[in-house]
Structures are given as structure tokens and as C-alpha cells.
């Protein structure tokens, strides 16, 4: 138990679904990110939030959407994906995006997301 | 930006042996955190070790700030301690760049 809960862990969509990851952290945290991580790949960060603002879209496709309405909550909105979208989504925490010393990352249990 | 490259990539034990990973960057850090995903794709924090030695239980790690490297040392491996892992770094700022992970391997 991290304090970071995904739901759902699973999730198979067809590529006309439109559907959302949630997550939310029960750490007291200003910062939240999406990471994706495809087969073979290291961990790609797609978004990042500091205090419900996003300071981050890492050329992420539009049919990736994020949502953050509080500190504690984060959504992915799915729409249109491809299949080479099928990936593990993890969503993660900290307590700011300063990256200063002894602002450790927590990650949740991860949604793994199939395309057809 | 900043380089972070893990060896060995591909790890297999026997249950009970000893093991060392590597991770060395190319600059600078603010932070090192070493992590374990387990099958089920779960990340846990092992360490947040930017510089200096760090134990907990049969894990230690090691981090040279000054020669840009991290040492991650498993001893006794048990079956459980399968999976990937990975060094993570960060130099300032929100972004946190993530090796391609050691991956283990400990038979029974």
C-alpha cells in the first residue's frame, strides 16, 4: 500500500470507447503524474499537476486527456485510442514538483489498458 | 539531458545468492530513488539514497554522487525478490528520468 490507488487495474476498450483512469493519493501531496510504460520501453511521463494546474503535457496525443479537479484526484480520459496505445498507465504523487531533496516519487498499483 | 543507464539488463539467480545492480548518470542529481516493480506492475520505493549508504534488511544501497553512480546490493535473493528494477533520477524540477530497469530473475 503506497497511499496511490488506480482503479481499474484492468481495462479492455475498443478503439471507438471512450473511457477514464482514476487515481487518488491519500498522502497530503501538491503534485500528481500520468506516466505510460509500453513493453521494453522506460517509463514515458505524459502529465504532470502542482496544485490542480497542469505544468506538463509531454506531446502527449489529444486523445489522451487529463483531468485534475483537487489536489487528491486525477483522471486519464480515453477516447479514440489506437491499439499501440495498450500500455500499463501509472499514475504517481509527491509532495511538490520541485524535484528538491527528499521529494520521493510514489506510484500506484498501475491500469493496465488493452486496445482492440 | 541527463543519461541513466542500469546493467546488468537482464538478471538470473539462484535462491539464496547475492546480487549487485548498477545505475550511473550522466550529471548531476538532486535525487536517486531505486524501485522494485513487481509482475503485477506495482512500483515500490526501495531507497531514496542521493548520496551515502542505506540498508533495509537484506537490501543496501550505495550512492557516489561524486563518481555519478548507484549501487543497489540484494543478498539471500528469494523468489520474491523478482521483477524490475529501477534507478531514477532527478535534477531540479518535476521531471524524474528513469533507467530502462535491471531485470531479475530468482529460481527456486
Known amino acids: 500500500e503506497t497511499g496511490v490507488t488506480q482503479t481499474p487495474r484492468h481495462l479492455v476498450m475498443g478503439m471507438t470507447n471512450k473511457k477514464s483512469l482514476k487515481c487518488e493519493q491519500h498522502?497530503?501531496?501538491?503534485?500528481m503524474y500520468w506516466y505510460k510504460q509500453s513493453a521494453k520501453k522506460p517509463l514515458e511521463l505524459m502529465f504532470v499537476?502542482?496544485?490542480?494546474?497542469?505544468?506538463e503535457n509531454n506531446s502527449v496525443p489529444s486523445r489522451f486527456s487529463p483531468e485534475c479537479p483537487n489536489s487528491s484526484h486525477l483522471f486519464l480520459h480515453l477516447h479514440t485510442l489506437q491499439p499501440e496505445d495498450s500500455a500499463l498507465y501509472l499514475c504517481a504523487s509527491s509532495q511538490d514538483v520541485s524535484g528538491a531533496g527528499g521529494n520521493t516519487i510514489y506510484f500506484g498499483e498501475g491500469s493496465w489498458l488493452t486496445v482492440v | 539531458g541527463i543519461q541513466v543507464e542500469q546493467s546488468p539488463p537482464d538478471l538470473i539467480l539462484q535462491e539464496g545468492a547475492n546480487s549487485t545492480l548498477r545505475c550511473n548518470f550522466s550529471?548531476?542529481?538532486?535525487?536517486l530513488q531505486w524501485f522494485h516493480q513487481n509482475p503485477w506492475g506495482q512500483l515500490i520505493n526501495l531507497f531514496y539514497i542521493p548520496s551515502g549508504t542505506k540498508q533495509n534488511g537484506r537490501l543496501s544501497a550505495t550512492t557516489v554522487a561524486t563518481e555519478r553512480y548507484s549501487l543497489l546490493y540484494i543478498s539471500s535473493s528469494q523468489t520474491t525478490d523478482s521483477g524490475v528494477y529501477f534507478c531514477a533520477v532527478n535534477t531540479g524540477g518535476f521531471k524524474t528520468i528513469f533507467g530502462a530497469g535491471t531485470r531479475l530473475f530468482v529460481k527456486a
Open positions: 499537476y502542482s496544485l490542480e494546474e497542469r505544468v
Open positions: 498522502l497530503g501531496h501538491n503534485a
Open positions: 550529471d548531476s542529481v538532486n535525487n
